[in-house]
Structure formats: C-alpha cells, structure tokens
C-alpha cells in the first residue's frame, strides 16, 4: 500500500496564499483522483475538491486542487486566505483495490 | 435534502459489543455507498470502510478487516458499524459519509455528524 505524506502545519497571514502538498509514496498520483477535505474544529468534515480540481458548489474559487506527477504530489492552494479558512485539510485517493487512504492532515493557521 | 444521521454517544467497557448506526435520508439509500471513517483523540481520518446498501457489498480497509463489522439495512436506510468485542483503543469519533455516484472511489459528498465512542473500564 502507499501513504499520503502532509505537512503538519502550515501558515499563513490573511489575504494570502497558501499551498498544501500531499506526496503519493509509491505509484503513481495520478493513477486515482485526489480529494481534498476540511475539518473545523468540532465538526465534521467537508469536501474542497474533489476528482484532483473539482470544487463542489458553495466551495469558494479562492479553494483549488492540482497534482504534479513529477513530483509524485497533489496540492491544494487556498488564495485570499480568511480566518475562516483555519481548519485541518485532509488528501485522500485510493489504491490499487478500491481502498481510501488519508492524508495524515494539515494544520492551517491564518494569523 | 441529503441528510446522514448518526445514533448517539456510547459509554462501553472493554470487552462490550456495539453497533452505531447512520440514517440515510432525502436520497436513494441504496444507490450509494456508504462509508465509515474513525478519528481517533487529536488524530487524523482513517478510512475504514464502505457499503453498498442495494445488495450489501462491503468492502473493509485492511487495517480494519476482522476488527468490526459493516452493515445496512435497506427497508430503514441505515447503515451499522459494529464491534463484537471493544477496546480502550476504539475510542474515537466515528463518522459515517456517502459516497459520490462515481462508484466505490468517489468522494465523501454528505458526512453524518459523528459518533462518539469512548471505552473506559
């Protein structure tokens, strides 16, 4: 099987721009679709992207999601960062039988 | 509205059995799977496994193969996770999620708002 591998936390000042990667270790990134997912402290989680750049209505186009196969990774970059933007960002895709695997999360801070 | 429904926070001790449960509504409850994901105390999300409630093919992580059970009851739109014989270290939140309609790897599209499952002796 393979990991996900995020960046514990990241931050960042409002009005910015912040980019959180999320490395496939083994395989390739691009063989399934990457999902991107946001928990806020206390609730359950949402979906930001999903199919590696799709935004499910209501999400914001401040919010998208690319992957880059040479370095084997997905990212998601939020623009014009607002404090409601500070949450916990889960990657998430499959292998190779059908099973999903996570991300270890990202921290965001807007400070 | 798509609504997902989990039961309420348990209280067990090791050894115990439980079954939670996730309501399906506002959507055809059995053309979509349904998936369970644990979060353990300040944890990450584990992806544990999915159902499809039209015939109940169930599809389990390996790492939580053998350790609970998936379940649905169509006739009620519900799905179950269930454990035979809990520990202190299934306490987690534990949250059900449907699946998008591009099959078994889709995305997590409506999540239910979580169960709490705390194992205590």
């Known amino acids: 099987n393979f990991m996900l591998t995020q960046p514990h936390s990241v931050s960042e000042s409002p009005g910015k721009t912040v980019t959180i990667s999320c490395t496939r270790s083994?395989?390739?990134?691009?063989?399934?679709?990457v999902q991107w997912y946001q928990q806020r402290p206390g609730s359950a989680p949402t979906t930001v992207i999903y199919?590696?750049?799709?935004?499910p209505s209501g999400v914001p186009d401040r919010f998208s999601g690319s992957i880059d196969s040479s370095s084997n990774s997905a990212s998601l970059t939020i623009s014009g960062l607002k404090t409601e933007d500070e949450a916990d960002y889960y990657c998430?895709?499959?292998?190779?039988?059908?099973?999903?695997?996570f991300g270890g999360g990202t921290k965001l801070t807007v400070l | 509205e798509v609504q997902l429904v989990q039961s309420g926070a348990e209280v067990k001790k090791p050894g115990e059995s439980l079954k939670i449960s996730c309501k399906g509504s506002?959507?055809?409850?059995?053309?979509?799977?349904i998936g369970w994901v644990r979060q353990m105390p300040g944890k990450g999300l584990e992806w544990m496994g999915i159902?499809?409630?039209?015939?109940?093919?169930?599809r389990y992580s390996p790492s939580f193969q053998g350790q609970v059970t998936i379940s649905a009851d169509k006739s009620i739109s519900t799905a179950y996770l269930q454990w035979s014989s809990l520990k202190a270290s299934d306490t987690a939140m534990y949250y059900c999620?449907?699946?998008?309609?591009?099959?078994?790897?889709?995305?997590?599209?409506?999540w239910g708002q979580g169960t709490l499952v705390t194992v205590s002796s």
């Open positions: 999620a449907r699946l998008s309609g591009l099959g078994l790897t889709g995305h997590f599209d409506y």
């Open positions: 506002g959507y055809s409850f059995t053309s979509y799977w």
């Open positions: 159902i499809y409630p039209g015939d109940s093919d169930t």
């Open positions: 083994s395989g390739s990134i691009a063989s399934n679709y």
């Open positions: 199919e590696d750049n799709q935004r």
């Open positions: 998430q895709s499959y292998d190779s039988s059908n099973h999903g695997v």
